[in-house]
């Protein structure tokens, strides 16, 4: 006799910053086991901040296997919510980036920590799970992504608020930057999806999410190769999906001018590229394997085509410095960017940067912290540091940055908190230069907001218009 299970997922919150989409790894998980007849919910608290408490989802739902997915940036989050579960006495399992590089630190009172990428297992887990007297180590094969159901994001709670449609086209990359730990997870072998099936799951997802307004691919390297993602636009014009496809993770040596001009015609609403360091001895280090004068290409035919350009630099890297730090804020000022991500290396285990800094510096706890710097102008404490760059040297160079280069995340709504770091970093003279360049940035951006307005009130109607207008 076939065995059905209930299976409660979560996702655990970063409290700065609440996802514009949907887990798209629980949504697959979801898949593989609806598929199997199992009932599976997905709370993903990252997307809906406001969702109810977990005791009230396992005392409504009552799930036979309770499963989190682990972030380092969120753990505590997520600690809070196993600590909800143990209570219970429910099998529990746990998967995603901290799992895996950090499986041996975690709660013992864990029954299943899965290792890599889960769909090959998760039923068999799900089956079997039972609580356990030591946490179970489960290594995984890393599946092919052709084989792989469409993501459920009915199974999500709150799905009708779908706006931005994650969509998985590949997973891997054979790469070999140093910062960088997707290879640990998700391995270097590149592994994709027709381009077909990926137009028709678009398809199919419209008419179950009728209220979409975007998609966004978020794989590791998504424009590794060319005619795959070209012969993917193309079919996306072509079936009429009529969504702006906004892409994460494109790098300037896979971008010419033909991919360019697809994205501008499929309204993609910006290309970020990756430039890490614009000093040339540390960009060196990276091992990104392209140059800054590709970078520097690349950005010019992105301005041209009037496609918004984001940059994203990451302060620490192995070498960096304060005065190095304003190499890269010199390059960045080069390029005219629209928008800019300063973000604070983040040393994870098993990468050759956690190695250098092992031997050149030293790492504090990584648990809660994050490179990434959304929801408030100011980064987190540096997890990081050398004798030649300390912590506070990282955070004179942070504020540095932000105000040198015109950071779209500092509002000038944030003076008052804004002051203290000028008066303590001794940053006048950037100060005086960013208020009036902030207040020139915030008039262009209103225009730019006016012209959207217009053309979603021409394109969608004036109801189309008002609903966007709510939601932003």
């Known amino acids: 006799m076939d065995i059905t299970k209930r299976i409660l997922f979560f996702n655990a919150k970063r409290e700065k910053c609440e996802s514009t989409s949907p887990h798209l790894g629980l949504a697959m998980l979801a898949a593989v086991l609806n598929g199997k007849d199992h009932e599976v919910l997905v709370v993903d608290y990252q997307f809906k901040h406001d969702a109810p408490s977990p005791e009230t989802f396992i005392n409504e739902f009552k799930p036979d296997?309770?499963?989190?997915?682990?972030?380092?940036?969120?753990?505590?989050?997520?600690?809070?919510?196993?600590?909800?579960?143990?209570?219970?006495?429910?099998?529990?399992?746990?998967?995603?980036p901290h799992a895996t590089l950090y499986y041996d630190r975690l709660d013992d009172r864990i029954d299943y920590i899965i290792l890599g990428e889960a769909e090959n297992v998760i039923e068999t887990v799900v089956i079997n799970a039972k609580i356990e007297t030591k946490s179970q180590i489960i290594k995984t094969e890393p599946p092919d992504p052709k084989k792989l159901p469409y993501p459920d994001f009915t199974s999500f709670f709150s799905y009708n608020d779908v706006r931005n449609y994650p969509l998985l086209m590949s997973r891997g990359c054979p790469n070999d930057c140093n910062f960088c730990c997707v290879h640990l997870i998700s391995t270097r072998k590149w592994r994709f999806r027709?381009?077909?099936?990926?137009?028709?799951?678009?398809?199919?997802?419209?008419?179950?999410?009728?209220d979409l307004n975007s998609v966004i691919i978020y794989d590791d390297n998504p424009m590794l190769v060319k005619k795959h993602i070209t012969r993917f636009i193309k079919m996306y014009l072509e079936k009429d999906i009529d969504l702006p496809l906004n892409i994460i993770n494109t790098r300037a040596d896979r971008l010419d001018e033909d991919v360019i001009k697809l994205l501008k015609e499929v309204k993609c609403p910006s290309i970020a590229l990756?430039?890490?360091?614009?000093?040339?001895?540390v960009f060196e280090t990276i091992n990104k394997g392209e140059t800054l004068d590709e970078i520097k290409?690349?950005?010019?035919?992105?301005?041209?085509?009037?496609?918004?350009?984001?940059?994203?630099?990451v302060i620490g890297l192995e070498g960096d410095t304060l005065e190095k730090t304003e190499h890269s804020i010199n390059f960045a000022n080069k390029l005219k960017p629209d928008h800019i991500y300063w973000?604070?290396?983040?040393?994870?285990?098993?990468?050759?940067?956690?190695?250098?800094?092992?031997?050149?510096?030293?790492?504090?706890?990584?648990?809660?912290?994050?490179?990434w710097v959304d929801g408030d102008f100011m980064c987190e404490e540096p997890c990081a540091e050398t004798p030649e760059f300390t912590v506070d040297e990282r955070k004179k160079?942070?504020?540095?940055?932000?105000?040198?280069t015109n950071d779209t995340r500092l509002k000038l709504t944030d003076i008052l908190r804004l002051i203290p770091y000028v008066k303590k970093y001794t940053l006048y003279k950037d100060f005086i230069y960013w208020l009036p360049e902030k207040i020139r940035s915030?008039?262009?951006?209103?225009?730019?907001?006016?012209r959207q307005a217009t053309e979603v009130y021409r394109e969608k109607g004036g109801k189309e218009l008002i609903k966007r207008i709510n939601r932003y």
């Open 442 to 450: 915030d008039f262009k951006q209103f225009i730019f907001l006016i």
């Open 194 to 210: 027709y381009p077909e099936d990926c137009v028709d799951e678009l398809l199919y997802a419209k008419r179950k999410l009728p």
């Open 274 to 281: 990756g430039v890490e360091s614009g000093d040339p001895e």
């Open 65 to 96: 296997v309770i499963g989190l997915t682990l972030y380092t940036a969120t753990m505590r989050e997520a600690a809070k919510i196993m600590d909800v579960v143990f209570k219970f006495k429910i099998p529990i399992m746990v998967g995603g």
């Open 297 to 313: 290409k690349t950005a010019k035919l992105i301005k041209k085509h009037k496609i918004p350009l984001y940059l994203c630099f």
């Open 343 to 371: 973000n604070m290396i983040t040393p994870f285990r098993g990468t050759k940067i956690r190695e250098w800094y092992d031997i050149n510096g030293k790492v504090s706890s990584l648990v809660n912290h994050s490179s």
């Open 397 to 404: 160079a942070y504020v540095m940055a932000i105000l040198r």
